[in-house]
T-cell receptor, first 115, second 115 residues
Framework: AQKVTQAQTEISVVEKEDVTLDCVYETRDTTYYLFWYKQPPSGELVFLIRRNSFDEQNEISGRYSWNFQKSTSSFNFTITASQVVDSAVYFCALSEAGRDDKIIFGKGTRLHILP | KAGVTQTPRYLIKTRGQQVTLSCSPISGHRSVSWYQQTPGQGLQFLFEYFSETQRNKGNFPGRFSGRQFSNSRSEMNVSTLELGDSALYLC??????????????FGPGTRLLVL
């Protein structure tokens, strides 16, 4: 069965600090997809990244970077030089590319960036 | 290009009533998925419609139903409302069937309060 664990329920950091959000997943499939979404107070989930299981290359997008390690079943998300606008709930999600390809979300990590 | 729109944004109902929520996907998107978000259970998949057919269904009772129209707009209906149905209901659209190969884009949600 598929499962996504975001062990950090809530994190607070001071602006300009770097912060890493952890995501550990479980799946029996060899082909799967991992996602990160951001949910600001407005409620709408904003897509950040999608990664397939065959692409372990780390990705950087501005201040955001993602570290995908199949050996530890982790897909961690780092924000460099955090800003107050980064305050939100961040969700990691997993989808197996098989018959049951529903997307399963982790419980989310609430990130507070303090000015 | 307009994003996913959901109506109404807020709704208050009483136990036993029924409710219909509407979702208009991004133009050209043919898949619509629905999610329920609560503080306790997090984000849970309700169902997905693609080309007017229900393609996938989560573990929710039969009181939760949906449909999709030929223009890809979707509605979900909850009958005999219970207090536990109070939640943020999110709709997401994607170009094709919502497997990991497609990125889902979310609407702002409908916040339902059942009294």
């Amino acid at each position: 069965a598929q499962k996504v664990t975001q062990a950090q329920t809530e994190i607070s950091v001071v602006e300009k600090e770097d912060v890493t959000l952890d995501c550990v997943y479980e799946t029996r499939d060899t082909t799967y997809y991992l996602f990160w979404y951001k949910q600001p107070p407005s409620g709408e989930l904003v897509f950040l990244i999608r990664r397939n299981s065959f692409d372990e290359q780390n990705e950087i997008s501005g201040r955001y970077s993602w570290n995908f390690q199949k050996s530890t079943s982790s897909f961690n998300f780092t924000i460099t030089a955090s800003q107050v606008v980064d305050s939100a709930v961040y969700f990691c999600a997993l989808s197996e590319a098989g018959r049951d390809d529903k997307i399963i979300f982790g419980k989310g990590t609430r990130l507070h960036i303090l000015p | 290009k307009a994003g996913v729109t959901q109506t109404p944004r807020y709704l208050i109902k009483t136990r036993g009533q029924q409710v219909t929520l509407s979702c208009s996907p991004i133009s050209g998107h043919r898949s619509v998925s629905w999610y329920q978000q609560t503080p306790g259970q997090g984000l849970q998949f309700l169902f997905e419609y693609f080309s007017e057919t229900q393609r996938n269904k989560g573990n929710f009772p039969g009181r939760f139903s949906g449909r999709q129209f030929s223009n890809s707009r979707s509605e979900m209906n909850v009958s005999t409302l219970e207090l536990g149905d109070s939640a943020l209901y999110l709709c997401a659209s994607s170009l094709g069937p919502s497997s990991g190969q497609e990125t889902q884009y979310f609407g702002p949600g409908t916040r339902l309060l059942v009294l």
